[in-house]
C-alpha cells in the first residue's frame, strides 16, 4: 500500500502527541512489508509519518519540492530530514529550483499522484497560503485518491 502524508506544521507539544499517536496507530492498520510512506518530509507529520513507517519496516519514498527545499525548513530539522534522506528507497523531485509555494503545491501533486491513500493531518481550515494542507487535501479530492484526515478532538493549530 502505498500512503502519502500531508499535514499542518509548528504543532503545540500537546497536539504533537496527540497527532504521533493518530499517525502510529493509522501506520498499524497496514501490513508492514507492503507498506510504502510517501512523504516530502517537513518538519512535524510528514516526518513524524515516514519515522513510523520505517519503524515497522516499511519503505519511504521522498518527494523533493525544490532544490532549495532543505535550506527553507527550520534548521533544527536539518539532522531529521537529512536521516530520513538517507533511508529512502526512491526520491522524486518537481525540477524546481525555488522553494516556493507553488513549488511545494508541485510536490504534494506528485506526491498525492504517486499514492493509494493520503493521510492528512488537517484541522479541516482553508489554507494558510498557496500550497497549504487543504490545497493538498482539495487536490488529492479532485483526483480521487482515497484521503483519510487525522486530526484529534477539541485540538487546535
Wanted: with cysteine.
Amino acid at each position: 500500500m502505498r500512503v502519502g502524508i500531508t499535514g499542518h506544521r509548528g504543532l503545540n507539544k500537546e497536539v504533537e502527541a496527540q497527532v504521533r499517536a493518530l499517525l502510529d496507530k493509522a501506520v498499524s492498520r497496514y501490513e508492514a512489508a507492503e507498506l510504502v510512506a510517501i512523504s516530502c518530509i517537513a518538519d512535524g507529520p510528514d516526518t513524524w509519518f515516514a519515522e513510523a513507517v520505517l519503524k515497522r519496516g516499511g519503505r519511504l519514498e521522498v518527494v523533493i519540492p525544490a532544490t532549495e527545499y532543505r535550506a527553507g525548513l527550520p534548521e533544527r530539522h536539518h539532522e531529521a530530514y537529512d536521516r530520513l534522506m538517507s533511508r529512502a528507497a526512491e526520491v522524486h523531485e518537481t525540477g524546481m529550483n525555488e522553494s516556493t509555494s507553488e513549488a511545494h503545491q508541485a510536490g504534494s501533486e506528485i506526491l498525492v499522484g504517486l499514492a493509494e491513500e493520503l493521510l492528512a493531518v488537517w484541522d479541516g481550515m482553508p489554507a494558510r497560503g498557496f500550497g497549504g494542507t487543504a490545497d493538498v487535501v482539495a487536490y488529492a479530492e479532485r483526483t480521487g485518491v482515497a484521503l483519510r484526515v487525522l486530526w484529534p478532538e477539541s485540538a487546535s493549530r
